[in-house]
């Protein structure tokens, strides 16, 4: 190479290196210090904010949103269509396999004729088969406790609507369903490193598990076979319970049925079974109105960002699921999560606050079947995983891990944030001590870091991957035992005053995220 040259792409070199140093420097000099970028956060959030006008969008309007059903579908498109309207960047859908069809529930309606009549309090269970016409079917209990018990059933059930549980155990009403954090018990849960339901065990009056009742000698049935034998004897539809109170009820779905599957309120669930098992015929109307894709659904998650300067190669991700289950609209999980990311996002936006590192949202889908969005997106961009024999897996991270900051999640329902729990990451816990104290945000206290990790949403798909992951500590509220997975998951119990809080401390936090020196520390 002729020496002119050599010199020419020398100074080219060292230019470049002035030119990012100078770029470095400018954005070090307009970014504030940080009390004065989180006054403005805090005054966006709580003077202009929009976060319950997207929590109404994504329950009242779309309303259900079932992994890869319509609702979902449009909950994830005027999603995309709102961050653009913000003018985040980058706003896409990333599809994943599921092997599950669309499902939705069009019309449903359920009532006892005899011995007295009543309308039913329920819902279809999800991915479970229709009526297609109204019905009347008598109803019969099945105790099938192991293999040998349906011999007794066999040639009996063709068109009835069978019980296959006793009714769950009842909750008092005079419990405390309503729970918030005190210092002693976060004190506690950090000395610990235990949870708040296994300090507190009797907190809540817990209902009967739904399972099987056990067997007396034998082996023990498994629901799956109980239900191929009911599907093989032509029953018309089970009914179900999973517990609840004051007319709330609990609604799933776990496989595709091929008969209806009813989940009852268990006050109505407890009356049928009495009639019963009493000797007083029961006999019910059904109908039961689904719409089934053919083939598999094609879920998407969705994703936008803000670029950041410097680090902008670095991303700070946070997330929430966008899925639902179908008894409520999915308010408390996970509306609330996704509506609060989103004006966390929002509020960056419009604040213009300065951030070195790319922030990105995540919008999941499939959390409700084992993280699954989470998941894809996990191998599809960050770390590649092998199955080495039963239960042991080798993670290979791929280049775009070593520039992953970190993933926040929300999924906790619409209790307030009260700290950050690190999922096991030691090492980050001075970095949030010291930044919460700069959270004096509002009347709210934000001020434990604890590192328990008990969080079951897809904060574990990345820790399991071996990527930073935390999630927010909120107050419980009644989410556990009131509105999670229940016809009560619905907007009014949605608290505009704690999404605004939880939204300001997401955003706060993830500005002093996005512009520390070096990255979050690792677990391993």
């Known amino acids: 190479m002729p020496k002119d040259l050599r010199r020419r792409i020398i100074r080219l070199a060292w230019s470049f290196v002035a030119l990012l140093t100078l770029w470095s420097s400018i954005a070090a000099a307009q970014r504030p210090d940080d009390s004065t970028a989180i006054g403005r956060i805090k005054a966006e959030g709580f003077g202009r904010s929009e976060i319950m006008e997207s929590a109404h969008w994504l329950t009242d309007v779309v309303g259900r949103r079932l992994t890869g059903s319509p609702g979902d579908s449009l909950a994830g498109e005027w999603a995309m269509s709102r961050m653009r309207a913000w003018g985040l960047t980058a706003v896409h859908a990333e599809p994943f396999s599921f092997d599950r069809p669309s499902w939705a529930n069009e019309r449903f309606f359920a009532r006892v004729v005899t011995p007295s009549p009543f309308s039913i309090l329920g819902a279809p269970a999800a991915w479970s088969a229709g009526t297609d016409s109204l019905i009347r079917a008598d109803v019969a209990i099945v105790r099938i406790r192991q293999a040998d018990d349906t011999a007794r059933y066999k040639g009996k059930l063709s068109g009835k609507a069978v019980l296959i549980t006793p009714p769950t155990e009842n ?39 739904y399972r099987a009742e056990p067997p007396v000698s034998g082996s023990a049935i498994r629901f799956a076979d109980i239900r191929s034998f009911l599907a093989r004897e032509g029953i018309a539809a089970e009914l179900r319970t999973w ?32 009639n019963v098992e009493s000797g007083n015929a029961v006999t019910i109307e059904l109908d039961v109105r ?24 670095e991303v700070v991700l946070i997330g929430a699921h966008l899925d639902s289950w179908t008894g409520g609209t999915g308010a408390t999980d996970n509306a609330a999560g996704v509506a609060v990311m989103m004006e966390a996002m929002r509020i960056l936006k419009v604040t213009k606050a300065p951030l070195r590192r790319t922030v990105r949202i995540a919008l999941w889908n499939g959390e409700e079947q084992g993280g699954m969005g989470s ?6 961009h960050l770390v ?31 209790g307030a944030i009260r700290g950050i729990d690190t999922y096991g990451n030691r090492a980050a816990v001075p970095i949030f001590e010291e930044w919460l104290s700069l959270l004096a945000i509002d009347s709210i206290a934000v001020t434990h870091v604890l590192s328990i990790g008990n969080d079951a949403s897809d904060t574990g798909e990345f820790d399991a991957s071996g990527l930073p992951a935390f999630y927010f500590i909120q107050d419980p509220l009644d989410y556990i035992r009131g509105t ?26 993830v500005y002093l995220v996005a512009n520390r020196e070096s990255m979050l520390p690792r677990k391993h």
């Not at 998941?375 to 599809?380: L, T, V």
């Not at 042991?392 to 619409?414: E, H, S």
């Open 171 to 209: 909750w008092s009403l005079s419990s405390a369903r309503m729970f918030r954090f005190s210092r002693d018990l976060l004190d506690e849960m950090k000395r610990t490193g235990k949870g708040w339901i296994e300090l507190h065990d009797g907190l809540y009056v817990e209902p009967s598990v």
């Open 243 to 274: 517990g609840g109170v004051g007319g709330n009820f609990s609604v799933g779905g776990t496989m595709r049925m091929p008969f209806p599957q009813i989940d009852v309120a268990p006050e109505h669930y407890s009356r049928i079974y009495r």
């Open 290 to 313: 689904n719409r089934v894709s053919s083939g598999p659904a094609t879920p998407f998650n969705v994703f936008a960002e803000i670029p950041g300067t410097d680090k902008r190669d």
């Open 375 to 380: 998941g894809a997106y996990i191998a599809q």
């Open 384 to 414: 590649t995983t092998e199955r080495q024999g039963p239960g042991r897996r080798k993670y290979i991270p791929k280049p775009a891990a070593a520039l992953f900051n970190g993933y926040f999640n929300l999924d906790q329902g619409a």
């Open 484 to 509: 999670q997975h229940t016809s009560q998951d619905v907007f009014d119990r949605l608290v505009p005053e704690y999404l605004k809080h939880n939204a300001v401390v997401v955003a706060a936090v």
